[in-house]
């Protein structure tokens, strides 16, 4: 399965963007799909995950509140809301998909990534 995520850019601390993460080459609704980031100097972490259906999703405690995760099965597409965005949100963000109902939570079990997308959160 072949990941594009797109939607980063430098926004404003208490500024929001919305991260798309596009998936081709496979039947999309039968992955489930996590967002994980990368801060520089940092390891990469889970930000959230979707399950296939999407009806089950989690956040990290540090976004819970402020981002929101979706899908679009129709559109072959995950989306993150990120809202609120603080410096610290700074990072390379990822996505990775799961041909399981349940999604990734470490990086170290993904085997595949696709290319990242940039936010960068000015204060």
């Known amino acids: 399965v072949q990941l594009q995520a797109s939607g980063g850019g430098l926004v404003q601390a208490g500024g929001s963007l919305r991260l798309s993460c596009a998936l081709s080459g496979r039947t999309f609704s039968h992955y489930a799909v996590s967002w994980f980031r990368q801060a520089p100097g940092k390891e990469r972490e889970f930000v959230s995950g979707?399950?296939?259906?999407?009806?089950?999703?989690s956040y990290a405690d540090s976004v819970k509140g402020r981002f929101t995760i979706s899908r679009d099965n129709a559109k072959n597409t995950v989306y993150l809301q990120t809202n609120t965005l603080r410096p610290e949100d700074t990072a390379v963000y990822y996505c990775?998909?799961?041909?399981?109902?349940?999604?990734?939570?470490?990086?170290?079990?993904?085997?595949?990534w696709g290319q990242g997308t940039l936010v960068t959160v000015s204060s």
């Open positions: 990775a998909a799961r041909p399981s109902s349940g999604y990734y939570t470490k990086p170290s079990d993904v085997s595949s």
């Open positions: 979707i399950t296939r259906s999407g009806s089950v999703t």
